[in-house]
């Protein structure tokens, strides 16, 4: 759509904006630069475009990258480059039984960056300097919050299995499975999912009608009550 945009508007600079942004999500790096600098330079006004310019200059100058067998991992090399050496060995642990299980054989491998701080995260997510989430994945890329960002609110591992589920399943379905899918999926396979109070509150929610039919499980999640 922002391309058919473009062939009526070439000057529509929110459209080269999103399409840098589209082509960040899919790991396409020759090409996120190329539209958001022409977005740049048609509207110097559009936050999001800038932060967007100004997290892959971040991302260019100061981020180690390490290959896998299976991962590109990104992190912030002077401040947690260790961090390498600490989470590939676990991610080639346990993908390949991931990939087993859900009858996935990969083509590419999966783009993981980690941030060490909420602002740049939130950038690379949506353009913006703050999220409320320690994880996002678009497909093929990842994106997550390192451990010193709000230290003992999440396991790190628990958060890159969780979305690592999801790099699985967006693809070997093209993005077409519902939401609430995705997450059921990706919650089962974290090694903590459940816990004591999950029953409890399944039970509330029976007794008192609180829980959603499956043909709303999806609004659910996008306007949840609390």
């Not at 936050?47 to 991302?59: C, G, P, S």
């Not at 991931?98 to 997510?125: H, Q």
């Not at 989430?133 to 678009?138: A, L, P, R």
Request: proline residues 6%.
């Amino acid at each position: 759509f922002f391309q058919q945009a473009l062939k009526m508007d070439p000057d529509f600079a929110e459209a080269e904006s999103e399409l840098g942004n589209l082509n960040m999500r899919e790991g396409n790096e020759e090409q996120e630069r190329v539209h958001l600098e022409k977005a740049w330079k048609l509207d110097e006004f559009n936050y999001r475009t800038k932060n967007f310019l100004e997290l892959l200059d971040y991302l260019d100058r100061d981020f180690l990258v390490r290959l896998s067998p299976s991962f590109i991992f990104k992190v912030d090399e002077a401040r947690e480059g260790f961090l390498a050496d600490v989470f590939l060995p676990e991610m080639e642990r346990f993908y390949p039984d991931l990939c087993k299980r859900y009858g996935w054989n990969p083509k590419e491998r999966v783009i993981v960056e980690l941030f060490p701080a909420n602002d740049w995260f939130a950038a690379r997510i949506s353009g913006t300097p703050w999220i409320g989430i320690t994880g996002g994945c678009f497909g093929r890329v990842i994106a997550a919050e390192s451990p010193r960002v709000n230290p003992g609110t999440s396991h790190r591992t628990e958060v890159l299995l969780h979305e690592i589920t999801h790099a699985i399943n967006l693809q070997q379905t093209d993005r077409k499975l519902p939401m609430w899918l995705a997450e059921g999926l990706a919650v089962q396979e974290e090694h903590s999912a459940g816990g004591p109070m999950w029953p409890a509150l399944l039970r509330r929610g029976i007794a008192v009608g609180d829980l959603l039919p499956v043909s709303n499980l999806n609004s659910g999640f996008t306007r949840a009550k609390n």
